[in-house]
């Protein structure tokens, strides 16, 4: 297992278009995150889950925004009707259970045009 | 709502010199654990030392340490015999809301090393 990986690394886009990312994790790791990233700035948690459950959503996570882990595995995260606003870098992370230890993929960098 | 605040946004060391990151959070939980990260330019965060609050002892990892003063709700990061490997943006984080996993970091040091 090499670690979190996503895909695309880089994704340009008009504005009003759909997009998604897809995150896979560490094959043992049950828990899975999704994080936005803007330019000089930390990471803004955006939603979380457990196995296929999606336990947590922040504010953050507009009606625009969705993200699926059907099987428990690899997530997708699915933004509509992109804004500029949406250019960011976006985060996958992942951990087991009983360890708090997250560990992050290289990011999906999103410019909307 | 609980911080992470990182006070330096941009640091400077001289090459295997000493140097110290700050972090304050505000939390009211007892029990947690802190984490730096490091995000190299163009590559993924890692990890680079977590500490416990339950724990005492100051965690140390080779060549990194914390000074965790948890009264004073501060985490330092002390990086001793700098390297040039190791320039690059470092951030403070915790799970702050009770019972969630969501890490909320602060807004980043840049760490230059200087040869």
């Known amino acids: 297992d090499t670690g979190v990986s996503q895909n695309p690394r880089h994704k340009i886009t008009k504005r009003g278009q759909n997009v998604t990312f897809r995150c896979d994790p560490i094959s043992e790791h049950n828990r899975l995150y999704w994080y936005r990233q803007t330019l000089g700035q930390g990471p803004e948690f955006l939603t979380y889950f457990q196995n296929e459950a999606q336990l947590e959503k922040s504010r953050l996570l507009s009606d625009r925004f969705s993200a699926e882990r059907p099987k428990g595995s690899f997530s997708t995260l699915e933004i509509q009707r992109t804004e500029q606003g949406d250019s960011a870098m976006y985060l996958c992370?992942?951990?087991?259970?009983?360890?708090?230890?997250?560990?992050f993929g290289p990011g999906t960098r999103l410019t909307v045009l | 709502a609980q911080t992470v605040t990182q006070s330096q946004p941009e640091m400077s060391v001289q090459e295997a010199e000493t140097v110290t990151l700050s972090c304050t959070y505000d939390?009211?939980?007892?029990?947690?654990?802190l984490f730096w990260y490091k995000q190299p330019p163009s590559r993924q965060m890692i990890l680079v030392i977590r500490?416990?609050?339950?724990?005492?002892q100051n965690a140390t990892e080779n060549r990194f340490s914390v000074n965790f003063q948890k009264a004073a709700k501060s985490f330092s990061l002390k990086i001793s015999d700098s390297q040039l490997g190791d320039a690059a943006m470092y951030f403070c984080?915790?799970?702050?809301?009770?019972?969630?996993?969501?890490?909320?970091f602060g807004s980043g040091t840049r760490l230059q090393v200087q040869p």
């Open positions: 984080a915790y799970p702050a809301d009770t019972g969630r996993r969501a890490l909320t």
């Open positions: 939390t009211s939980e007892s029990d947690y654990y």
């Open positions: 992370a992942s951990s087991s259970q009983g360890n708090d230890e997250q560990f």
């Open positions: 500490q416990e609050a339950y724990k005492q």
